[in-house]
């Protein structure tokens, strides 16, 4: 079935730093959604894209579609300590015939104050 | 009122014990959903409903059996289950099937 390989697993950055990962996959995807989870919460909806290129912000998040459509990139500009949590893609996908959404492995990011 | 509820939001029972996890969502969606998050595994999906059909049931064993008596309201009922259905339940919601969902805070469920 499809899989969403995510770089880095994890991520000890220090307060102020930018923050940069990535989501790939084998196969193409026609939207691309970031979730944040943090410990004991379910996750958050960040940034959803839907066109190869789109490069969409929300705050100091921006996220962009791959052109190739099989990869997406999450930035955070100057990290703060509420910025602490899992990052997770993911896309609508045709598995063995049944749609379903597939997610990422996850980017763990720590913050060093 | 936040878009997506669950109740409880930790929950402990025995193997013998019968329990329910209760999901509402305020956001006029029509499909929801529940999945599974283990320690150091990706979400699992087990059920999704659709205008309150079942449409998938991924292979989930019965002693987890879901509810949808409508598009609001999505229970999960919970009979003779095992130490290793310990795990975050998550309930999520969606305007249609598979787009953007949206998700509750999780019930934390631990079996002794």
């Known amino acids: 079935g499809q899989q969403l390989n995510q770089s880095p697993q994890s991520m000890f950055i220090q307060e102020g730093e930018d923050v940069s990962m990535n989501c790939t996959s084998s196969?193409?995807?026609?939207?691309w959604l970031w979730y944040k989870q943090e410990p004991g919460e379910g996750p958050v909806l960040l940034i959803a894209?839907?066109?190869?290129?789109e490069l969409t912000s929300n705050g100091r998040l921006t996220a962009q579609f791959g052109i190739t459509r099989k990869d997406s990139f999450l930035n955070i500009s100057a990290s703060i300590p509420s910025d602490v949590g899992i990052y997770f893609c993911?896309?609508?996908?045709?598995?063995?015939?049944?749609?379903?959404?597939?997610f990422g492995t996850g980017t763990r990011l720590t913050i060093i104050p | 009122e936040t878009g997506v509820t669950q109740t409880p939001r930790h929950l402990v029972m025995g193997m013998t014990n019968k329990k329910s996890l209760k999901c509402e969502q305020h956001?006029?969606?029509?499909?929801m959903y529940w999945y599974k998050q283990s320690a150091k595994k990706p979400l699992e999906l087990m059920f999704v409903?659709?205008?309150?059909?079942?449409?998938e049931n991924n292979s989930v064993p019965s002693r987890f059996s879901p509810e949808c008596p409508n598009s609001s309201h999505l229970f999960l009922h919970l009979h003779t289950l095992q130490p290793e259905d310990s795990a975050l339940y998550l309930c999520?919601?969606?305007?249609?099937?598979?787009?953007?969902?949206?998700f509750g805070p999780g019930t934390r469920l631990t079996v002794l």
């Open positions: 894209l839907y066109k190869a290129g």
């Open positions: 196969s193409i995807f026609n939207t």
């Open positions: 956001l006029g969606h029509n499909a």
């Open positions: 993911a896309g609508p996908s045709i598995d063995f015939g049944n749609e379903k959404l597939t």
């Open positions: 999520a919601s969606s305007h249609q099937r598979y787009n953007e969902q949206f």
């Open positions: 409903y659709n205008f309150k059909e079942q449409t």
